[in-house]
Nanobody, 124 residues
Framework: QVRLVESGGGLVQAGGSLRLSCAASGRAFSSYAMGWFRQAPGKEREFVANINWSGSIRVYADSVKGRFTASRDNAKNTMYLQMNSLKPVDTAVYYC?????????????????WGQGTQVTVSS
């Protein structure tokens, strides 16, 4: 099982940028497709993006397409989420997760290992 730790969250004004990191340890990171999810207060956890093992295929939720970019560096066992043009509706706890199947899906249930989350707050 892979262990995941997110970092990089914080408070930012609308229109600003943040880069989240997800550091992995344990089983070979490069063998996993990965995903980013987020959960706002009172809402269900929702899909943000996924990325295949090599980083060559990335899928985004419509709500973040064109603003967020997922990437990974397998040599550093780290995945990233570059978030630009942030909006107040992007405020949530952001989680990284390792997929239990390939190709990765948008479903929470298809991801077996999760980080503890990092808070992103976007002020208007």
């Amino acid at each position: 099982q892979v262990r995941l730790v997110e970092s990089g969250g914080g408070l930012v004004q609308a229109g600003g940028s943040l880069r989240l990191s997800c550091a992995a340890s344990g089983r070979a990171f490069s063998s996993y497709a990965m995903g980013w999810f987020r959960q706002a207060p009172g809402k269900e956890r929702e899909f943000v993006a996924n990325i295949n093992w090599s980083g060559s295929i990335r899928v985004y939720a419509d709500s973040v397409k064109g603003r967020f970019t997922a990437s990974r560096d397998n040599a550093k066992n780290t995945m990233y989420l570059q978030m630009n043009s942030l909006k107040p509706v992007d405020t949530a706890v952001y989680y990284c997760a390792a997929a239990s199947r390939t190709p990765p899906t948008r479903e929470v249930a298809d991801f077996g290992s999760w980080g503890q989350g990092t808070q992103v707050t976007v002020s208007s």
